[in-house]
């Protein structure tokens, strides 16, 4: 049975400012590029999804304002392939938009939600009912804390897994965590989650969480042992989107019924080619690109 990826989460316009100096308080500098571009990292999941997905479809729930911005990301979606059915035009308000510095291959974001926090539980509810037992839920934590609780609930109910990647970091529910059959935060997110250290809260959930460590790759927990999936070398232009990727890459290779460990490798090699490019996504890669690449490492 193929099945279809929702991604539930946010869009915005992306702001990028490359600069060699990072301004103190009160200070202004000269930045060396600027580059807008949609992103949001529920648009990112989306589009890196259906850039590697096969068969089935991928739809985004999700949110913009009505300004020209909306548009632009709207339509951005639509030309990568997801399938933007469910996105709400929000009258009289504004596109969400992230506001990122690019500082020595690294990056700092302020987001500002806007039409975003239109993606509400009475609004999301009824499309769920639309989809079928197996298919594959994303989200983040860029939409409102009762939306992504409401989900992780509805979906237990309608037999389908989530992926819920928690970022940016707010406390979760114990049952909510319980309740997801994929957790992937990063190293902070994974202290800021947990009263345990890494090690223990991996091996409290096997096969559920998975931390990612930028450079070094991702690891996870069975019922034996730690596994580490290491990345994949390449050199580092924008990290921005890069997580993103990972996690619409994740739910590709999981959709097609991948193991856990045959999945990690392939959203580890999708996400080291987003970050050879400027943009969030920039450089999210094709199918082609990255069973190619598998194939040569092999």
């Known amino acids: 049975m193929t099945q279809n990826i929702i991604i539930i989460g946010s869009s915005s316009m992306d702001l990028t400012v490359q600069t060699d100096v990072i301004p103190e308080q009160g200070e202004t500098v000269l930045g060396e590029t600027l580059l807008m571009a949609p992103g949001g990292k529920g648009a990112n999941q989306a589009v890196a999804a259906a850039r590697l997905k096969r068969d089935g479809d991928v739809y985004m729930i999700g949110a913009v304002g009505d300004d020209a911005f909306g548009n632009k990301i709207i339509n951005n979606l639509r030309q990568f392939g997801v399938n933007t059915t469910y996105m709400q035009k929000i009258e009289g308000e504004h596109s969400g938009?992230?506001?990122?510095?690019?500082?020595?291959?690294?990056?700092?974001?302020?987001?500002?939600?806007?039409?975003?926090?239109?993606?509400?539980?009475?609004?999301?509810?009824?499309?769920?009912?639309?989809?079928?037992?197996?298919?594959?839920?994303?989200?983040?934590?860029?939409?409102?804390?009762?939306?992504?609780?409401?989900?992780?609930?509805?979906?237990?109910?309608?037999?389908?897994?989530?992926?819920?990647?928690?970022?940016?970091?707010?406390?979760?529910?114990?049952?909510?965590?319980?309740?997801?059959?994929?957790?992937?935060?990063?190293?902070?997110?994974?202290?800021?989650?947990?009263?345990?250290?890494?090690?223990?809260?991996?091996?409290?959930?096997?096969?559920?969480?998975?931390?990612?460590?930028?450079?070094?790759?991702?690891?996870?927990?069975?019922?034996?042992?730690?596994?580490?999936?290491p990345s994949y070398p390449c050199e580092v232009v924008d990290t921005t989107g890069a997580g993103d990727t990972f996690n619409g890459a994740l739910a590709v290779a999981l959709s097609e019924g991948q193991s856990l460990a045959s999945a990690l490798q392939f959203a580890n090699m999708a996400s080291s080619f987003a970050v050879r490019a400027l943009g969030a996504q920039g450089g999210i890669p094709a199918r082609e690109t990255v069973d190619a690449a598998l194939e040569k490492k092999a």
């Open 97 to 229: 938009t992230a506001h990122i510095t690019l500082y020595e291959q690294d990056n700092r974001i302020i987001f500002v939600p806007a039409a975003n926090n239109h993606i509400l539980p009475e609004v999301v509810l009824p499309i769920l009912e639309r989809f079928e037992r197996g298919d594959i839920i994303v989200m983040q934590q860029e939409i409102p804390a009762e939306t992504v609780a409401v989900v992780i609930e509805k979906a237990a109910d309608l037999g389908m897994q989530v992926i819920l990647n928690p970022a940016p970091y707010r406390p979760l529910e114990q049952k909510l965590i319980e309740q997801v059959a994929y957790l992937t935060p990063n190293e902070s997110e994974c202290r800021q989650l947990f009263d345990v250290g890494m090690d223990e809260a991996l091996a409290q959930y096997p096969q559920k969480l998975i931390v990612t460590l930028g450079a070094e790759g991702a690891t996870y927990y069975d019922d034996d042992a730690r596994h580490m999936v």
